[in-house]
């Protein structure tokens, strides 16, 4: 039951690990750029063996970043219950939508074949591989880092008069918010649960019982997240932050070769994911 109030140390995207390791080393736009053509790749890999190779591909990147695989791992806990029940919605509701292949159960309109259980498979394999990319990402990168990186790949955008900072700052923001949310939500459940409210007393397959269980914080986070938001606002205009003007940068940062080796090496990776016939 302890486990159950242990969030923050479930939530991984947000996080920064400081190891040191080659992948932290390299430019966070190299990074991100990677982040992004991985991602896109594996959003339009069809197959077993191409998601099971992405899936290595995140091992080896947690690896490459001397952060433990079960650290990892615990990033996918809290998103169990969701991949289930996508799982189940796809494999009752859309085995109508392709043709072809193996019929194992055809019942009114559930459609069970081979294809539909690959739809399942390898859509539960990609939020995974995200989950673990979206991880490595955060894990070997500050929010400093990422905020100049969005910036600075987005900067191009400024001749049309896009909101180039804006957008980045506030995607930052997001990201720095989900550990710290996780936190508060963590120390909420404790206090609900010295009160008399029931948390993770119920089996982890019981997902409707255990949605029913979270409602009693939910307006209480919703409080906290405006409370925080206000805050900030606050803490910005006492910087005296106005949005839309023109803004110099402390950290300048230059690719290295190793940079660009690494870039390719993504790229062509991601070119294998999309391009190659993979037999199964």
């Not at 690896?63 to 969701?82: D, H, T």
């Not at 997001?174 to 089996?203: H, L, N, W």
């Amino acid at each position: 039951m302890s486990s159950e109030f242990e969030l923050s140390r479930n939530i991984t995207i947000g996080q920064y690990v400081p190891t040191g390791s080659f992948i932290h080393r390299l430019d966070p736009r190299v990074k991100l750029l990677s982040f992004v053509i991985l991602v896109l790749a594996i959003a339009f890999n069809t197959s077993y063996f191409g998601n099971s190779i992405g899936l290595l591909l995140s091992f080896y990147l947690f690896w490459a970043s001397r952060i433990p695989i079960s650290y990892g791992l615990s990033g996918v806990k809290p998103a169990i219950p969701f991949i289930i029940v996508l799982a189940v919605l796809q494999l009752l509701f859309q085995g109508q939508l392709f043709s072809g292949g193996t019929v194992y159960f055809h019942s009114g309109f559930v459609l069970i074949t081979s294809e539909s259980i690959r739809l399942v498979v390898v859509s539960a394999v990609r939020f995974v591989e995200i989950i673990f990319l979206s991880s490595v990402l955060t894990l070997s990168s500050s929010i400093t880092e990422l905020t100049h990186a969005i910036q600075s790949l987005l900067s191009p955008l400024k001749k049309i008069h896009f909101p180039v900072h804006e957008i980045s700052l506030i995607t930052t923001i997001s990201i720095r918010f989900v550990p710290t949310f996780a936190m508060e939500m963590e120390k909420m459940m404790k206090a609900q649960a010295s009160r008399g409210a029931d948390f993770g007393s119920g089996s982890w397959w019981r997902i409707v019982q255990r949605t029913k269980d979270m409602f009693p914080i939910i307006i209480p986070l919703f409080n906290i997240a405006l409370s925080r938001a206000e805050d900030l606002i606050l803490a910005m205009e006492s910087r005296c932050y106005t949005p839309g003007n023109d803004r110099s940068t402390f950290s300048v940062y230059k690719a290295l070769p190793k940079d660009y080796f690494a870039l390719l090496i993504g790229l062509l990776f991601s070119i294998l994911l999309l391009f190659y016939p993979f037999p199964y």
